[in-house]
């Protein structure tokens, strides 16, 4: 039992971290898949080329998608957004920003394994006329017309079979060195951005660590009344409707009072509010409008803040 909570806190610890290895393992797994049972390369001057980018660009094009339809934020962003002001376009761009970032993993991890696993670029490539002239170049006069058949490898005579040989192992040489070079632009990238966030972090390491217990705890009790409070009502409600009895009055918040806690936060480095629900809580008490004001600004350290919800709660 001492082990599985072992297990557990470090899970807990490091969600975020593992959920990225996840779906990066994931997605791996699923682009090995899509080319050894699904690809086929048609192996034509018309058709490689556009089948070879479909297969190395949709799917992450999908997958970047998804990410922003799995992500608490947007629906955050969007929830009601047509219906109310939806607050200031600058804050809502660092914000789709940030969500940008976090749904790029999957189809980032998706195009540099197929480029390391070669297939999808060699059929591009070899469907390319700019290629076929740089690859070519000083080579036998049937170059240019056995590129495109380079994928499959169905030549017969020696020196064709010799040449297609050539041209993939170039081909595949490419392929590789993009797939490397892409890895290690978005790993300097990934290190510099977050040595920036990190640096214009208005509070210490140590606080956001206090931050991020505080909201797990904030969303897991909030779930927890939300469920009993909504029970109590649901029960109330029906026994009225079978005893045909006056329903007992119930305290709920208004349509206002969840707008309130459902916006974004914004920091406020005089006013110390822990979340959306803090800040609305004491504002309320003090007479005073939970909205943002000119002095609170979207900062992007914390932008976890609004990445929790009562069905996750925040990695530590």
């Known amino acids: ?36 049972t699904v690809f086929q390369c048609p192996c034509s001057v018309a058709w490689n080329l556009p089948y070879g980018l479909v ?3 949709v799917p992450a094009l999908a997958l970047f998608l998804l990410g922003y339809v799995l992500s608490a934020r947007t629906w955050r962003l969007l929830t009601g957004c047509c219906a109310r002001s939806c607050g200031s376009g600058l804050r809502g761009a660092l914000v789709c920003a940030q969500i940008s970032a976090t749904a790029a993993v999957a189809p980032l991890t ?22 076929a002239r740089y690859l070519c170049a000083g080579r036998d006069p049937r170059c240019a017309a056995q590129l495109p058949l380079v994928p499959c490898q169905q030549a017969q005579a020696p020196d064709v079979k010799q040449l297609q040989k050539e041209l993939q192992k170039e081909l ?8 490397w070079v892409l890895i290690a632009v978005v790993i300097i990238l990934l290190l510099i ?8 972090s208005p509070v210490s390491y140590l606080q956001l660590k206090f931050w991020k217990i505080y909201l797990q705890q904030e969303q897991q009790i909030l779930k927890s009344q939300a ?21 007992q009055e119930y305290n709920t918040p208004s349509i206002k009072d969840w707008q309130q806690i459902s916006s974004l936060y914004t920091f406020n480095p005089k006013e110390q509010y822990y979340s959306t629900l803090h800040k609305y809580v004491n504002k309320k008490q003090k007479n ?21 919800d009562m069905n996750s709660t925040t990695d530590l």
């Not at 595949?172 to 797939?179: D, K, M, N, W």
């Not at 951005?193 to 214009?200: E, F, V, Y």
């Open 1 to 36: 039992m001492e082990k599985f909570r072992e297990v557990l806190n470090l899970h807990l610890k490091h969600r975020n971290a593992l959920g990225y290895c996840l779906v990066s393992l994931l997605t791996a797994g699923g682009e090995r898949i899509f080319s050894t």
């Open 55 to 57: 297969f190395l660009l």
């Open 110 to 131: 998706w195009v540099a394994v197929a480029l390391l696993g070669g297939a999808f670029y060699e059929c591009a490539a070899s469907g390319s006329e700019v290629l």
């Open 172 to 179: 595949t040489a490419h392929s590789q060195v993009l797939g």
């Open 193 to 200: 951005c977050t040595s920036i966030t990190r640096c214009l």
């Open 227 to 247: 469920t009993e409070h909504a029970m109590q009502l649901a029960k109330e409600n029906i026994k009225c409707f079978f005893e045909c009895s006056h329903p």
């Open 288 to 308: 005073q409008s939970s909205t943002s004001s000119e002095e609170d600004a979207m900062v992007p350290v914390l932008g976890f803040v609004d990445s929790s």
